[in-house]
């Protein structure tokens, strides 16, 4: 098991990444944060299985509530009937909850640990790629709020109401990853980019001479991939907590995906999103002299080997991407905050010219 520590003082915790861990969540729950009573929020999918080996490490005597991972379920709506399952379950402030399954499970689960009883002992146990290297590390939890338009249209602006809520520990099995379709694994691998995009060469290249091992599930490479890629995160999350500074960096690509993700015809998972806005902030850098053509081809070419999309599916207009781009929540004074990749990692940029983003979306396949 390899263990890699979030650094942030008193709300420190360490991220367990091994195979076969489950068995041993119990005890591990129960040496950093012992509770009077363990609440589980489980996502469907995964209930049969690593939820109920999960629930198995504590007697298998576990109160439970299970939710179907889907966008529209990442509401308040859904935090509002765990609470209300943990009052029927008898859960005080001295409960812990523990979250299992993919990132969605884990940002609404927390969100729901983080308010109940203004705050309950949260355990991450992602069972996705993207979720345990991303979602489930760095504290952040929320849920989708609808954004209405003005003909009484609305659609789900991702993650708008939420807050910061450390877990206590964060246990990864990759396992789990046994039962993930290809294509969410494909969705975990895009923020494993997105962190070698952040100055880890070596990352990018583990990818590359290890993909078919990836595909294949070979335990070791995924063990050291979610190592590789979590140290990445954690390091950026001690070193920013509340993303005041170097935090905003994990962003590259979501401000372009954010604006993609929320619309249905394009049927695109949040890192098929995000590979997109990869492919679009890279140009984008491109368009400002901050890379060249050759880095911009790299990065395609890293995204296409795994079996990313870096085009949309789909053709969408400039301005109605750009108009949602302008309601981002990470936006300072309605100017579009953007991160931007460099020749030696990437850097925020709080006001960029509206022609290069043009020139960044038609890229992907945006038109006037
Ligand atoms: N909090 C953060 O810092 C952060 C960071 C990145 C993404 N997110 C959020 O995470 C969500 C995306 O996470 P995700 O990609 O894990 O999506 P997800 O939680 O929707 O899971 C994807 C799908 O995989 C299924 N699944 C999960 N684990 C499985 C397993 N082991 N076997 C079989 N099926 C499994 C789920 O049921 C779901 O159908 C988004 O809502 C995004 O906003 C949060």
Redesign the pocket.
């Known amino acids: 098991m390899n263990t890699v520590t979030t650094s942030l003082g008193e709300n420190s915790y360490d991220i367990h990444i091994g195979c076969n861990i489950l068995q041993e969540l119990g005890v591990i729950a129960t040496s950093v944060a012992p509770a009077s009573k363990h609440f589980f929020v489980v996502?469907?999918?995964?209930e049969e299985?690593?939820a109920k080996e999960a629930m198995q490490a504590f007697g298998g005597q576990c109160e439970m509530v299970s939710l179907?991972?889907?966008?529209s379920n990442?509401t308040m709506a859904t935090v509002e009937s765990i609470w209300s399952s943990m009052l029927d379950a008898g859960c005080d402030r001295h409960s812990e909850l523990i979250a299992i399954?993919?990132?969605?499970?884990?940002?609404v689960g927390?969100f729901a640990a983080a308010t109940f009883m203004r705050g309950l002992q949260l355990i991450q146990v992602?069972?996705?790629?993207?979720?345990m290297v991303?979602?489930?590390?760095?504290?952040?939890?929320?849920v989708?709020l609808p954004i209405r338009s003005e003909d009484g249209t609305s659609i789900l602006g991702?993650?708008l109401a939420?807050s910061f809520w450390q877990p206590k520990v964060v246990v990864a099995d990759v396992m789990?990853?046994?039962?993930?379709?290809d294509r969410?694994l494909r969705?975990?691998l895009a923020?494993c980019i997105k962190h070698a995009m952040l100055g880890h060469q070596s990352m990018m290249d583990f990818i590359l001479e290890n993909t078919s091992a990836i595909f294949d599930r070979d335990s070791d490479v995924l063990v050291e991939l979610v190592t590789k890629s979590a140290s990445i995160k954690a390091k950026v999350v001690s070193q920013d907590e509340r993303e005041h500074g170097d935090r905003a960096l994990?962003n590259l690509g979501h401000t372009f995906a954010h604006a993609i993700?929320p619309m249905g015809e394009l049927d695109l998972?949040?890192?098929e999103a995000v590979s997109i806005g990869l492919v679009a902030a890279i140009t984008c850098a491109e368009a400002t002299g901050l890379v060249d053509a050759e880095r911009v081809d790299q990065i395609r070419h890293v995204l296409s080997m795994v079996g990313l999309p870096v085009s949309l599916p789909l053709p969408v207009s400039i301005e109605s991407v750009l108009q949602l781009m302008r309601i981002d929540k990470k936006n300072k004074d309605s100017k579009i905050r953007l991160v931007l990749p460099t020749d030696s990692g990437a850097e925020v940029f709080s006001e960029i010219d509206e022609t290069a983003l043009a020139l960044a979306w038609t890229s992907v396949g945006a038109s006037a």
């Open positions: 996502d469907k999918n995964v299985t690593h179907e991972a889907i966008e990442k399954g993919g990132g969605l499970t884990g940002d927390g992602p069972t996705s790629l993207l979720a991303d979602a489930s590390i760095g504290g952040k939890t929320g989708n991702k993650n939420g789990t990853l046994q039962t993930l379709d969410q969705c975990g923020e994990l993700e998972y949040h890192g």
